[in-house]
């Protein structure tokens, strides 16, 4: 029985209606279905078509679709031609019912499914993820590029969503095309909501491409004057806000292949080494109270790592216990709410560790950190563990995930996503599970070992990141009839 079977049943009498009515709050739904991979966007949509009852076969009108498709060949998501095509497939079977979110993403990566992915690089790929949330609140909100830079320049940006009720704090989806405008606007949201839950990706692609587009009946709020869209129409937007407030929430996760080569440091000065590119030189560190050259504390493997272009990273924070209780925490009982920051940094030739852009302060502590691709999924196996425990402690019930993977440096992208899966299923079994490959995840800032800090959102490479949805309160569903 699909949604547009039990809506009908809602108009066959009272008795059906509250039914309907009661048993549509009882069953939250989050499928993912994987199409493909076809040669032509033509054969896409047809495949799309006439498979419509594995993917839009819910129980109760779906309040979200994500739609992702993969392709290495960006001409047909040029001027939005392929969206407006998919957006009359389904809405010619009335497969989208009213006030239903349509967030469509193109993607030149992998996308993530139950199954295990196959090579094609010439295919596409579609992913559609569809929702139903009871008792549930979904606004969007788009933002131009222009209006989030304003914003970082004194115009203040109001909130353009609806007030909230009760004091929960509700959690955020973010998608955008521009890194910088996603990472201003992770800040604003975080000063909009303190502790709000924020999870997303950016796709940065070119070629003219419209890699998002947004389709909704529903409220869709224009973030330059709050206005109510009556109909349905196509928005390219440069990066959008979901928000969701209700009985349905998630809870977001990290995780990263880095971990730390060196003791606690603390930098002692700081140097700008170019001012148009705004690189900083710290060229003194200190452990312990003495000062020592930072590859005398490396041991040679790493070095020869460094060496061979491994990404290295610089957990840093103005206080020494964090970072004390953050080297000798396991998942389970890391907790924090001090803000720690990462930086990218590299070492030069004359053995200096230098970032760009964000500043290691001077008398800030630090860990650095490499990256080895290969320990990622022991920190996602860890990542995923904390997860389930603290679900099955809050007696909260998860019906489904979405998880985005900034792309990996020296990882294949099939195994990439085989790996996810697997790692996944060894831990939630057959918990539905959608997500893609991206330029760069959106979540909270991952540090090592599969730990994350909650506190902290921020926009991430080299990082996996995603949401798993639960229900805040059963409900007991009477099921005599």
Known sequence: MTWRDTTSLSYVCCAWRRIVIEAKQCFPEWRTTVLGPSSTTRESLKLLQTNHLNWADTRFPPNLILFLVASQDSTSWR?????????????????????????????????????????????IVLSVSVAHFPDTTLESAEYDRKVVKWSQQGLKLNDPFSD??????????????????????????ENWYPGAAIIGTVSNVTDRCLPLVSYCKSKCH?????????????????????????????????????????????CNRVHLVDEFKHIMMYDIVSMEELHSRLLDLLNPSDRLKIQQDSALNL?????????EHLMNSSNRDFTSSERFTCLDVTISVDETIQSQSICWSEGDYGILTLHDSTKTWSALNQAFQHLQ????????????????????????????????????????????????????????????RGLSSPCHNTIQINTICGAIFYVKKRHICNRNQ
């Open 79 to 123: 001027r939005g031609k392929f969206w407006i095509e998919a957006i009359t497939t389904i809405e010619k079977a009335h497969l989208l019912p009213a006030n239903c979110q349509f967030i469509g993403i193109y993607t030149m990566h992998k996308v993530l499914g139950n199954e295990i992915s196959i090579e094609n690089s010439n295919g």
């Open 164 to 189: 909230l009720k009760d004091d929960t704090i509700p959690c955020f989806l973010l998608f955008g095309v521009n890194t910088q405008s996603a990472d201003q606007l992770v800040q604003i949201v």
């Open 222 to 266: 224009d973030s330059q004057h709050i206005q109510l869209q009556k109909q349905r129409q196509l928005h390219f937007p440069c990066t959008m806000l979901v928000r969701v407030h209700g009985n349905v929430s998630f809870r977001s996760f990290s995780a990263n292949g880095y971990d730390p080569i060196t003791p606690i440091i603390q």
């Open 315 to 323: 957990v840093s924070c103005s206080n020494k216990v964090p970072l």
């Open 389 to 448: 425990s603290n679900l099955f402690e809050a007696n909260e019930q998860a019906f489904g995930a979405f998880i985005t993977g900034g792309s990996i440096t020296k990882v294949d992208e099939i195994d990439f996503v085989n790996n996810v899966r697997q790692v996944w299923t060894h831990v939630f079994q057959d918990l539905p599970v959608g997500g893609y490959i991206a330029s760069t995840s959106v979540g909270p800032l991952a540090l090592f």
